[in-house]
């Protein structure tokens, strides 16, 4: 008997997670299939989609270094759009838009400061590739940029939201969210860091909240 309570037409969250990445697996990047299972899915779980009656018809990946694949779905009327079926099935937290929006926005500062700094900060000695935010993490500074806007702030930000629209999510020029963050930047301890001492940051950084 499988554990776990059903969640989609008769399966729970793991055979589900399960069935659609067989169904995947089996095809090649950049071969378009279909699947009545996904479909339904995105068309009932998905935040937007649901809320705009939007089903796609036929789907695609595509490779993206860094990650397993991109997942597009084909929306009739709208094109091909990039479409997460994993968080139909483990929702995302809206908040996490906006903490991706300031991680985009911070994108010139760190590449700045890295311009700056071509060596690693660290061992003195391998090409830097990596800015690591030491005091403070950028989670926190995140979090403290967010708890310093109201409701009506954040409401307002995410007014704008277009899931169809192609270019990322993104705050507006000049918004007040975007200075705070310029703000802690300038307070803020950065390093830049060649890969495998950034992996050491953060093991010691870990093993400080153990």
């Not at 139909?88 to 991680?103: F, Y």
């Not at 192609?166 to 310029?182: M, W």
Request: aromatic share 10%.
């Amino acid at each position: 008997m499988s554990r776990g309570k059903e969640f989609f037409q008769g399966m729970t969250k793991t055979q589900l997670k399960e069935m659609i990445q067989g169904k995947i697996a089996e095809v090649d990047f950049g071969q378009e299939f279909e699947s009545s299972i996904i479909a339904d899915l995105i068309h009932q779980k998905h935040y937007h989609c649901a809320a705009q009656d939007l089903r796609p018809t036929r789907f695609r990946k595509l490779p993206r270094p860094g990650a397993v694949y991109d997942f597009q779905g084909y929306f009739p009327g709208h094109g091909w759009h990039g479409v997460s079926w994993t968080q139909c099935i483990n929702p995302r937290d809206e908040m996490a838009w906006l903490d991706r929006a300031l991680r985009d926005a911070a994108h010139p500062i760190i590449s700045s400061y890295r311009a700056m700094h071509p060596v690693c900060e660290r061992c003195k000695n391998n090409p830097s590739t990596e800015v690591d935010h030491v005091s403070p993490e950028f989670k926190v500074m995140v979090a403290q940029i967010i708890q310093t806007l109201s409701t009506s702030q954040i409401e307002e930000i995410f007014s704008r939201f277009d899931w169809l629209d192609k270019e990322p999510f993104s705050l507006p020029t000049g918004h007040s969210a975007l200075q705070r963050l310029h703000d802690a930047h300038q307070t803020a301890t950065l390093q830049a860091l060649c890969k495998p001492c950034h992996v050491i940051n953060g093991n010691e950084r870990r093993r400080l909240t153990i």
